[in-house]
């Protein structure tokens, strides 16, 4: 039977035996490098040579080749520094694991997170249109007050009306559309009523105006 081997790496973990014996167990990341073939002392005698394809990852391939060495125990290794191997391997995969768990919680707590703002700020966005509109409904309450006073206040006055004179309180026939008074003279005297301060001021900074040009 004939075996045909491709010109690439093939990395593969190799079982020497001797008359059925297992003698060595090692790992190589080409098999076309002849090493499981070589002769070495180290490695004892050998008469058939069993080839197991690996994994690329020399990290992988190594743990691979140690959880043999300690499984099936071979004639020329001793099991101790391989099995240093399978804990270092087994500690690096803990805290890899670990890591993915934090991963994952951190994930899980993003989420979580993610979804109470977004309740959240839905609240927030329904509440804030509700108001709106009830702001809406208030404004145009106070701006339509507004403009009926002001309409009140700006309406023309109709002439041969009857109205009350604010300095005498006499009533009066209202002969223009701007008479508030019953005469000039009581529109005068409320004007200066009303304006007393600032008009007193204006006679005292005239009266000083005259005393500097003498």
Known sequence: ?????????????????????????????????GRPFRQEQSAGDWDKCRILKSCSDVNRRRYWEAVLVCKLKPAMQKVTPYLRKIKKHVRAQDEVKEKITKEKRLDEMREKNNRERLRYWLDQCASAK??????????????????????????????????????????????????KYCCYKHA???????????????????????????
């Open 130 to 179: 509700k108001h709106l509109e009830e702001s809406k409904k208030c404004a145009l309450h106070f701006y339509l007050g507004y403009k009926k006073i002001w309409k009140i206040k700006n309406m023309k006055v109709k002439l041969g009306t009857i109205s009350n004179c604010p300095y005498c309180n006499t009533q009066f026939i209202i002969t223009s559309s701007r008479q």
């Open 1 to 33: 039977m004939s075996k045909i081997y491709l010109n690439q790496q093939e990395p593969v973990i190799y079982l020497r035996y001797y008359k059925d014996d297992l003698m060595y167990i090692g790992e190589t990341y080409n098999i076309q490098n």
């Open 188 to 214: 005068n005297a409320h004007y200066y009523i009303l304006n007393k301060d600032s008009i007193n001021q204006k006679i005292k900074i005239f009266t000083i105006k005259i005393k500097k040009k003498d």
